[in-house]
């Protein structure tokens, strides 16, 4: 018997209509903790950047200790950086959420440092001379106009965790990764191409709203430019 012509399930097609309908659930689903994995893998690489950059910036001697643990971290292979964790976090979601803050470390702290730095000495001086201490001088000068630099990197490294989030369907938290893997298996056409197009609007998408951030956070660079 063969299948009814408009059946693209059946036919196991890679556009199908029929595919987005019968699995909206699974599809949210799926998008919902690909978006949780992403966003607090960014947010918690952005909470340990901060002061390590900081660190950095401030003493010379820990610039080059903290540069190199985060750019050797990057570049340990995905599977081998799970394995290694395994021990530590077993097969849940927490894995998958370290691998990917150990990931971003590499790409906020150097953003961040380099934003720091670029602060003009002149303008420093300034803000001393007007009775700045160093909190109010950080806060109110220097991470304002170390933000451009610092979102740079901040835009880059949700980018690349939206992407390696897949990874995590090694142990059944990949989001949309879990569908892909699954797909891949079995040979399901459809649900291998609605989860990958899903994952890039994704990273489209965060791109977008990142960059809209930016320039609502930095309106003196649109002035500039």
């Known amino acids: 018997m063969t299948a ?17 309908t019968s699995r909206r659930e699974i599809l949210w689903d799926a998008v919902v903790q690909h978006l949780q994995l992403t966003a607090v893998s960014v947010l ?13 910036r401030r003493r010379r001697w820990a610039a080059g200790p903290v540069l190199g643990v985060t750019t050797i971290l990057y570049t340990v292979p995905s599977l081998a950086m799970f394995s290694l964790l395994l021990p530590v976090y077993g097969l849940s979601a927490s894995l998958v959420v370290a691998g990917l803050v150990l990931y971003s470390l590499t790409l906020l702290v150097r953003n ?4 720091l730095r670029a602060v003009p000495a002149e303008t420093r001086q300034a803000a001393r001379g007007m009775g700045y201490g160093p909190v ?7 991470l304002p106009l170390a933000l451009p630099a ?17 990874v995590g ?6 989001g949309l990764g879990n569908l892909i893997y699954s797909g891949m298996n079995t ?15 994704i990273a489209v998408a965060a791109d977008v709203l990142l960059l809209l951030a930016q320039r609502i956070l930095t309106p003196w660079t649109r002035r500039r430019s």
């Open 187 to 201: 040979y399901f056409k459809a649900q291998v191409l609605t989860a990958s197009v899903l994952c890039v609007v």
């Open 136 to 142: 109010r001088l950080l806060v109110a000068v220097e």
């Open 4 to 20: 009814p012509p408009d059946d693209c399930l059946a036919r196991n097609e890679w556009l199908c209509g029929a595919y987005l």
């Open 44 to 56: 918690l690489a952005l909470v340990l950047a901060v002061p390590l950059a900081l660190a950095a």
């Open 169 to 174: 369907a090694i142990v059944g938290y990949g």
């Open 150 to 166: 610092a979102m740079a990197g901040l835009r880059i490294a949700t980018v690349s965790a939206v992407a390696l989030v897949t």
């Open 112 to 115: 961040i440092l380099a934003g």
